[in-house]
């Protein structure tokens, strides 16, 4: 049967081309392939898998990483459809298929992929956020509304400090979770996950504070509007507290919307203000507590370069000088991109070691959110009194 398989695709080609086959190249081997009276397709197919397997090697740095990188890629693809299909929070199902596929990262040749992902497509997606912001439109809502979302976001930050000495939490957990609080949800922990020094308990913390904030906001986006209703509020109020109270962009914009179209916009242009003082709170809490390097216990004070990558593309934007389709396609890679990194994070932490951090963290960041919504709902309340 090989022969006759052999004889034919050797002497007519493949069906339906007009081309002899295979190659001059490629006929000597599989001449060789064939020869052999006791081989069998496993045999052939095993050949192949090896020819293929020597690709990489010329390569290095691929065949060191691509298996780890494919795993998180399809983790995420998967995190992204669910999202989509059901509505769930894009990142919340990244965590959560990261977290059930842990058992992989026990395998020494995907853990350099892996990490690669949660570490240099972190970066990158969070320097693509900067093309979502434009200061014409933050300009827009008016000086009030600013000042009180940017002296709630200090007030959410400088709580966090203090409730995390009281609850016994290292200074790293409270410039996580309160940066995530105050900023944008699962983007700003990412970014800020990623100046802090890290240690055994880097990947656990933000695990924790992920998943938590996520929860936060969906609860946020589904009781917030009903709250603002019941209290009579005008949609521009409306829009403000929404913008400056939940937590990360997605449900901003979903519980905008389901008030009014006109709200949803100007909930995402406070938002969007929350999203450009990324930078600053993220050198901030570097400056603090900064990334020690290998060589030495000293901080080391340089500006990471996404965060400089960040402030140039929030720049070219304000300017105008990036396109609409330009603006479109790096926030859309953006959010992949740190959903993959989400993934990986996911990956790398073990759950046993997450359900066992106990209620300070999790008291924490539900005491930074009631903190960030009384000042910004009692100041517009304050303002139209």
Not at 126 to 152: C, N, Q, R, T
Not at 168 to 182: D, E, K, Y
Not at 247 to 264: E, F, L, R, T, Y
Request: aromatic share 8%.
């Amino acid at each position: 049967m090989l022969s006759l398989y052999r004889g034919s695709m050797l002497q007519t080609g493949p069906p339906n081309s007009g081309a002899s086959w295979p190659s001059p190249i490629l006929a000597p081997e599989i001449e060789k392939i064939a020869r052999r009276r006791s081989v069998s397709m496993f045999y052939i197919n095993q050949s192949i898998i090896q020819q293929l397997g020597r690709i990489p090697v010329m390569l290095p740095w691929l065949s060191k990483h691509y298996s780890g990188i494919l795993i998180v890629i399809v983790a995420g693809i998967c995190a992204e459809s669910i999202s989509l299909h059901y509505g769930a929070p894009s990142m919340l199902m990244a965590l959560l298929i990261g977290l059930a596929i842990h058992f992989v990262y026990d395998l020494d040749v995907v853990r350099p992929g892996i990490d690669w992902v949660g570490r240099s497509i972190l970066r990158l997606g969070v320097a693509l956020l900067g093309l979502k912001i434009a200061v014409a439109d933050i300009m827009s809502i008016g000086l009030a509304p600013l000042v009180l979302i940017a002296f709630a976001m200090a007030a959410t930050m400088l709580f966090a400090v203090v409730a995390a000495r009281v609850l016994r939490l290292p200074p790293a957990f409270a410039a996580l979770s309160g940066g995530a609080v105050a900023v944008c949800g699962a983007s700003a922990a990412a970014a800020i996950s990623s100046v802090l020094p890290q240690d055994e308990d880097s990947e656990k913390s933000l695990a924790v504070v992920i998943a938590v904030v996520t929860l936060m906001a969906t609860l946020a986006m589904i009781f917030y509007p009903l709250l603002l209703a019941a209290l009579g509020l005008s949609q521009q109020d409306m829009g403000v507290v929404l913008g400056g109270t939940i937590h990360d962009v997605a449900q901003v914009i979903a519980a905008g919307k389901a008030i009014s179209p006109k709200v949803g916009e100007l909930a995402t242009f406070v938002k969007l203000m929350r999203v450009a003082l990324l930078l600053p709170v993220v050198m901030v809490i570097f400056v603090w507590l900064g990334r020690v390097t290998h060589a030495s216990p000293i901080k080391a004070q340089y500006a990471p370069g996404f965060l400089i990558a960040f402030f140039a593309f929030a720049v070219l934007n304000s300017a105008g000088l990036v396109s609409g389709r330009s603006q479109s396609l790096g926030s859309d890679f953006s959010h992949y991109f740190l959903v993959l990194a989400i993934t990986a994070i996911g990956i790398k932490t073990n759950l046993r070691t997450v359900l066992d951090v106990g209620w300070r963290p999790f008291a924490l960041i539900i005491g930074e959110t009631l903190v960030m919504l009384a000042i910004v709902l009692g100041g517009v309340m304050l303002l139209h009194s």
